[in-house]
C-alpha cells in the first residue's frame, strides 16, 4: 500500500471555504517558523471569489488598490458595477507600470513620484534624462528587462503536466506542477549558504517541450543570493512524473513563495529580502496572503527571524516553513514561485548604482504603503509639536557619548518633542514601526536601524549625524524612499578613540565612539524642522487633523 503524501494547503470544495494551515490567531509567533517574539491579530480570508462584496479582502493600500484593480479586467468590472468599491473607476487615470513593452516614463505612475533636480555636474542633461535614468536603475522601469526576458523552459498543454518559466539568468521563476527532491540536503550537517542541495535531477516535472539550451544559457550569475541558478541547472523532465502519492512524500496544493534569504540580524540586508519578494509580486500579479512560505536556508539549526519575523505576515497568513524540516522529502508544488533575491546585480537595493539629484522611487513609495497598510500602523499627526527619534546605540561601537547633552539642547527648542530610543530585544518591530511611523526627524549614528527610514512619513528628515565613511548608504536610501537626508561630516562627529577594526587592526571609523558638536547639531535639526513644517503634505496633514479633531468635540 503506498503511503498518501503530507498535503499542505489542500482546499476543501464547495461554499467558498478554505482550509487553512496554521490559521494566523492572537497567539501565533513569527520568528524561528513562527516562534519569535511579535503578536499580531489579523482577519484572515476564508476565499476570495470572482465575486466579493467585502474589497478589505484584498488587503491592499489605496495605491495598490488602484494599481490592482486597472491591472485586472475582471475586478475593474466588479468595481464600475459595485457602489461599494473603495474607488472611482471615473476618477481612474490608465497609467502603466514600467514592465509593458509600449510604457514610456511619461505615462508610468512612477511620473508623479520620481523628482530630480539639475547638478554641477550635468551638463547636457536635462531633468527628463535623468528621471528616465532614475526609472531604471530604481523604479519600477528596472523590472522591464527581467519581464520581457521570461521564457519557458518546460512547456505543456496538460493541466497535469508541469511547467517552468524563468527570467535571465534565473532570477525569477515560476512553475507548476514540479518537484524538488531534499535528499542531499542532510541537515545534521548542513551548512549554511550551500549551493549543493539539489543534484542533477533532483528538481524537475513532466514537460511536452523542454528547452535545456534555455537552462545552459541562463548560468551567467551562479551566487547564492544573486539566482536560482544552482538550483535550476539540475532540472529535467520526466515524461511519466504525476504529481500523486507515488511520486511525493509532500504536496503544496496552495501557491507557494520559497525564499532564499539575507542575514536576519541586520535590518539593512533583511529588507533587501522584503523588498525585492514585494517586486517579485508584480511578475507573479498575485499580492494574497493565502500562500505558504519556505524559507531556503540550509544551516542545520534553521533560519531564525526572532527581531523582524512579523514582517512575513504582510506577505502570508500562514507561519513560514523551514526547509530543514522537508529533509530527505521530495517535495512537490502544484503552483511555486522563485523571487528575486536580495543581492542581485544591480538589484534593490543592496550595492546598486544611484543617479545623483533624484529621489522618489514608487516602488519604495508602495512597499511603505503596502507593509503599514497590513500592519494596521496608524498615523497619529502631525502633532503641534515635531517629534524627533533619537537613535542611541547601546553596542560597543558607534555610540553619542554626549548624547544627554544633544538631548537636553534639542528639548529646548520651541515646539518640539525629543523621544530618545534604543531598538533593542525589548522593543518589538511592530513597536518600533509605530514609533518611526510617528517620528518628523529620525536621528542617529550610522548603522542598520537607520533603515527605519524606509517607514518614516512623506514629510519626514532623516538625520544620520555621521555616516562612519559610508557616504552612500542611507543616502541613497533616503533618495529611494523620496525623503529628506542631512547629514554632518568628521569635524562635527568627534571620534574619541582611534577607531581600529579588530580584524583587520586597521583604522576603521565605524569602531570607535563619537562627541557631536551640539552648536552644529542644533542647527541641522533647526533647519530639519522648518523643512517638515513648511512640507506640503504636512501642511495638507496638519489641516486635515485639525478638522476631525475640531469634528469630534
Known sequence: MVKPPLTIGQAKQGNKNCFNRNKTDSKTNWGKTGLGAETVFFLLIECVSSSFTNWSQLE??????????????NLLQLCQNDKACPL??????????????????ENSYSSSSVKCSLLAGDQGRTLEDKKLEFWNQADFGLLKPLYSSLSSICESSNREQSTLECSSNFRYCHGKNVFVDLSNLKKSSSKRYRNDVILKGQIGGSCETFDELGIRS?????????????????????PTFVLNSSNCDVVFDKKTIVMKLDAAINMYHHFCDFINLFLSQFLSGDFSRDVDLIWWDTYS???????????WSVFSKFKPIELIDLDGKKVCFRDVTFPLLARQRFGLYYNMPLIAGCSGSWIFKLFHEHVIHRLNIAQKGPTEETRITFIQRKTRFRQIENWKEIRDALNGLPSVRVRVVNFDGNVSFLD????????????????????????????????????????????????????????????????????????????????DNYKLNPTKTLELIEGAVKYVKRHPLYVQERRRKRRRDASEL
Not at 491592499?60 to 479586467?73: C, F, R, V
Not at 533616503?478 to 583587520?504: A, C, E, F, N
Open 301 to 311: 539549526e534553521g533560519y531564525v527571524d526572532d527581531i523582524f519575523g512579523i514582517m
Open 432 to 511: 518600533q514601526m509605530r514609533i518611526v511611523h510617528n517620528t518628523d526627524i529620525l536621528m542617529g549614528i550610522h548603522g542598520s536601524g537607520l533603515t527605519h527610514l524606509l517607514f518614516l512619513p512623506e514629510w519626514a528628515v532623516l538625520f544620520e549625524l555621521y555616516n562612519c565613511g559610508d557616504v552612500s548608504c542611507y543616502k541613497d536610501l533616503s533618495m529611494l524612499r523620496g525623503i529628506s537626508y542631512i547629514t554632518m561630516d568628521s569635524r562635527y562627529s568627534i571620534p574619541q578613540g582611534k577607531g581600529v577594526h579588530p580584524q583587520s587592526n586597521q583604522p576603521h571609523p565605524k569602531f
Open 218 to 238: 541562463r548560468l551567467k550569475e551562479l551566487s547564492y543570493l544573486q539566482s536560482w541558478g544552482h538550483e535550476f541547472k539540475n532540472f529535467e523532465t520526466y
Open 88 to 105: 472611482n473607476p471615473k476618477n481612474f487615470v490608465k497609467r502603466c507600470l514600467g514592465i509593458e513593452e509600449d510604457c514610456r516614463f
Open 60 to 73: 491592499l493600500g489605496h495605491q495598490l488598490l488602484e494599481y490592482k484593480i486597472l491591472s485586472d479586467p
